[in-house]
């Protein structure tokens, strides 16, 4: 039973299409290029105070993680 139980863990981790689930990195990546472009595309047709606090925060975010997956 217990080489049983191994077997079927390490064929599901090791599975081709595992990750099916996650996006790719260059997928990801261009996903966050695009929603930086929208923001900004936002912000150069006007905002408010707080629509501009808010665009910034969330330029904040994308940006870190564009530095994190975009190589």
């Known amino acids: ?9 390490f064929t599901l981790l090791l599975a081709p299409g595992a990750d099916a689930s996650r996006k790719s990195d260059a997928a990801a990546c261009a996903e966050v290029k695009e929603k930086i472009r929208t923001i900004e595309s936002r912000m150069r047709a006007g905002y408010t105070r707080a ?21």
């Open 1 to 9: 039973m217990n080489r049983l139980a191994w077997t079927i863990i």
């Open 51 to 71: 629509q501009g606090e808010r665009y910034e925060e969330r330029l904040r975010e994308l940006r870190a993680k564009r530095r994190e997956i975009c190589r």
